[in-house]
Each structure stands twice: as C-alpha cells, then as structure tokens.
C-alpha cells in the first residue's frame, strides 16, 4: 500500500484553475522534492495533504484512507509561513506542542535546539525570522510521523544553516516514513533526494527517481528544472 495517493485531484479558486488533474503515488521510506516555479500550485497541494484545503475534485488517500481526524495524526507539517505564538517563549511552545501531540519527543526537539544554538527561554517575538524557522523546522521533525511535508523549509535560512538544516531532516525520520520537500532551492537539497515531481501550470509534467532522471536527460535535476521552467 503507498503511504499517500492522491487521485484526479483538482483544485478551483472561483475561476481560477490551480490543480488539474493530479495523481500521484507516494511510497514509504523516500525523501521526495516537490518543485516547480512559484504560483504552480505546491503549497496549495501539500495544504490539501494536510486537509487544510478541500479538493474540487478528486481523492486524498494516506495508509490507504480518506484525509481527516486520524491522517494528521499520522503527518506533519511545516507551513511556508510562521505560525508560532510570538508571545511564548521556545520553552512553553515545545510543551504546547508535548501536550498536544502524542508522538512529539521533547527530549530530541530540545537536543536538536541546542544543536542549532537556539535559546530555549527566548521569546519567539525576539528571534529573527531565520530563527524561527528553525524553531518550526525543529518542532515538525520531533514527531514521530509518517509523512513529513515540508513547505520552503530553508526560505529564510542562512546559506551556513542550511547543511546543517538538510542533516537534521534527513536524520530525524524514521526509515518507514517520508517527507515531501517543496522548495525553489535546488541545488541545496538535490543530494538529499530519492524523487522529484515537477508541476507546471498545476500539472505534474515529471514525477521519477533521481538517479533515472539524471541518466535519461543527461543533467542534473537543477539543470532539467531550469531548462524546464525557463523564462
């Protein structure tokens, strides 16, 4: 059984079209980049993973179910945009988030902060916007989850953070999960992944394994998405 299917999704915005048509099959145990050109709808995809969107048409399947109650306790997620309460310091959210989710591990988040030499008794409204990411990067990756889906994790990183970044999420998922990374960073994270799926215009014109990729076209998968997406 695949971890997530997605089935003739399509996704409409009054008479805007953002999905058309999505299938897709995701198996466990892969680390897989969703990339394509900003406005091709990949957030908006990996939001309706998450069931904070509802398809126009189609079906969303994780472990062989509809999306709902039960598959979010199975994913986790990191929005492109911070969501942290400003007001809390890293300390009462890493116990917000104990509390709310079983399978978050306080003991790894707070390792993983002070791996990245991030004060836990720092108020979130005093870090920077780097920062925070991080602090969000750190809260997703202590859950013990299924499906990791992971919205332009590095967007406002430092070049410096970002090896470090990818270590941290490739180590901290258990071998029967996957995380799906969308990002417009390639050459970053090309190393890191097993897949990519390409969608432009809210298709999926590319979906296969990198090193297939690489061999039948000749060129990286940085080069291929620029000669793709090309202006």
Known sequence: MELLECININK??????????????????KIIGLLGKNGTGKSTLIKLINDLLTPTSGEILVNGKNIGVESKKNISYLPE??????????????????DFYDNFDAKKARKLLKDLDLDEDQKISAMSKGMQEKVQLVLVMSRKADL???????GGVDPAARDYI??????????????LLSTHLITDIENILDEVIFIQNGKVVLQGAVDDIRAEHGKSIDGLFREVFRC
Do not use: C, H, W
Not at 81 to 98: A, G, H, N, P, W
Not at 148 to 154: C, G, I, K, T
């Open 12 to 29: 409409d915005f009054g008479d805007k079209k953002i999905l058309k048509d999505i299938n897709l099959k995701i198996p466990r145990g």
């Open 81 to 98: 945009r911070t969501y942290l309460d400003k007001s809390m310091t890293v300390d009462q959210v890493i116990k917000y988030f104990e």
């Open 148 to 154: 990791y889906l992971l919205d332009e994790p590095m």
């Open 166 to 179: 990818l270590n941290t999420i490739i180590t901290n998922y258990n071998e029967n999960a996957t995380v």
